[in-house]
């Protein structure tokens, strides 16, 4: 897991936190937030992960070059 990966779960978890924290204070307002928060995340940690694989990918195309 990489640092974007890692920072989109937060956000995740800090849109659902405020997300159900807007629900039981009946404040949309916060409910909005999260659910910003967490689609932000979603993007963050697809991004992470995109990063990952293509850094995967390079290094193996770098080891079979390598043998």
């Given at each position: ?5 890692f920072d989109g779960k937060t956000d995740q978890v800090k849109g659902k936190a405020k997300q159900a924290w ?46």
């Amino acid at each position: 897991m990489n640092r974007d990966e890692f920072d989109g779960k937060t956000d995740q978890v800090k849109g659902k936190a405020k997300q159900a924290w807007g629900d039981v204070t009946d404040n949309e307002r916060l409910h909005g937030e999260g659910v910003a928060d967490e689609a932000g995340g979603n993007v963050q940690e697809g991004f992470g992960k995109a990063k990952r694989k293509v850094g995967d990918a390079i290094e193996d195309v770098a080891d079979r070059i390598k043998k």
